[in-house]
């Protein structure tokens, strides 16, 4: 057994769920034990258990304090072992298209500037990153992806700013994200995107799954405009 | 169509027990904020308890009916009329087709519930008609009732006039509120001064108060112990590396107020959860007006199971009674 493992964490959140925790970091080693323990309890079928909640570095379980208990659930899920980091062959590789400008990129000056880079070798590094999608939060589609590349990586602004459109290209430290729904973000908007992480009506509405991958590409203004237009999904 | 909204009041929208399942992708169970008034709302009228109704905030609709049909309304204490005519709460009565149902002017509570014989049947999305905005599920067309709406309805055969809940048995908050809490994830990062203080100080609902959650204000601001922030996290001491929240958490950004999180919630962040409010009490925070006084009240998990197993055992006393 690899000795850097170590038994998660198990505390209980409120009175029908408890938190499984593998780390307090943003880091794929990490992230893949936790997506290993929520196919091993789901595979368990534990009694009670309703709902699994994987995130950067944890893992939420949740169950019907009528039918469960924490004592019962923390006990079946101590059982499963300490959760190895699987391989991750699985996961889908997805192309998002980006397009970078005037109008589109509202903080990619500041960002420059913040990071002693050129617009260009933000855009380049932003590029360059290999994304995980690590959960999904905070709104309906937001794929939280980790991976930027540490010479962009920003914290968060102080204040949030209200009502930032569908498709807005963010990054916020080691993490980026494309919108789905208008909603105040603190992040860094530096680009657009025409791919929609959230389609709703269709039969999955969540085309990627978390452990996927995304490559960010280049997209040209008028691509951009032509995608738009077309109301692509891509 | 059976149900023609001539005013929708205030923030009327159409409410089941929610969409579990689906909070992994960032969509809340959402449903009716007070399950407990929705659930034996339904119970007077002969619906399953996980019939559609109607969650009214603060000011009821006005509503005419095209079908006879049998209703309660359930909750906040919103003074019911039929044609002017003054109508019990908390017990079945009927509306002729031709009447209109219509409020007057809240007395306590929040929302309200109004369930009708055969239940709502607007087209449901991921398993629910509740209305969640903010993704456009459920409700009409994703949104609140609007003036002129038409509301078709279920076929039912078993309701009837003239059942009631006793009042020992109908649930409202006190005064001041009281929220029991079990302390969690992060309470830790609370100085002991500030962990006090959470529980000692008596708190206002503040005027953010809403689906999606309830901030409170007034009490001592809290204060965190030092830390060094781990990769990743936002430069906050309140901030943590994004993970998942739970219904009823209670995060507490920049660490000034608390909100407790509800059902329209959003799924995860980067906000640390100092605690969450214990299950059986969620549904009072539903029933709570912006300025009401609010006292935490800390329990371990034993009071908060038993506090759950009591709510279960009052939904089964009012079932048999109705039944």
Known sequence: MNQSLIEPAIQPVGDSGLMVRFGAAVDPDIHAQVLEADSAISAAGIEG????????????VGYDP???????????????????????????????????GDGLSPDLAEVAVRTGLSEEEVINAHLSGDYLLYMYGFAPGYAYLGGVPKEIQLP??????????????????????????????????????????????????????????????????????????????? | MSLKIVNPGLSTSIQDLGRPGYFHLGIPMGGAMDRFALRVGNMLVGNPEDAAGL??????????????????????DLPIRVDGQLQEAWTSFEVRAGQTLSFEFLKSGARAYIAISGGIQTPAALGSRSTYPIGA??????????????LPLGYSSNAIAGKSVAPSMRRGPGSPARLRVLPGLYWHRLTEAAGNGFFEDEWTVALEADRMGYRFKGGRSLEFVDREQPFGAGADPSNIVDGCYSYGSIQV???????????????????????????????????????TSVKFDRVDMAGAMAARHERKNLLMKIREELS
């Open chain 2, 137 to 150: 599920l459920g409700g009409v067309n994703g949104r609140a009732i609007q003036a002129l709406d038409e």
């Open chain 2, 253 to 291: 950004p920049g660490g000034a107020e608390p909100i407790v999180l509800h059902r329209d919630a959003v799924s995860g962040g980067g906000y640390f959860t100092l605690g969450a409010v214990i299950s059986a009490d969620m549904d009072l925070i539903g029933q709570l007006q912006p300025h």
């Open chain 1, 66 to 100: 009528l039918q469960t208990d924490f004592e019962t659930v923390s006990a079946a899920v101590r059982a499963l072992g300490p959760m190895k980091s699987k391989e991750r062959t699985s996961g889908q590789i997805w192309q998002v298209p980006v397009c970078y």
């Open chain 2, 55 to 76: 969650e009214a905030v603060f000011m009821g609709p006005e509503i005419e009916f095209q079908k006879t049909a049998i209703v309660s309304v359930t909750g906040a």
């Open chain 1, 156 to 234: 968060r602004k102080t204040a949030p700013v209200r009502d930032i459109p569908a498709g807005a290209v963010m990054i916020a430290g080691p993490q980026a994200l494309v919108t789905t729904i208008k909603m105040p973000t603190g992040w860094w908007i530096i680009g657009q995107s025409p791919f929609q992480f959230l389609r709703p009506g269709e039969d999955n509405p969540f085309p990627l799954a978390v452990g996927d991958r995304v490559q960010f590409t280049r997209m040209s203004r008028d691509d951009f405009e032509r995608a738009v237009g077309q109301g692509a999904k891509t």
């Open chain 1, 49 to 60: 258990v309703t709902e699994l909640i994987p995130s950067f570095a944890a893992l939420f």
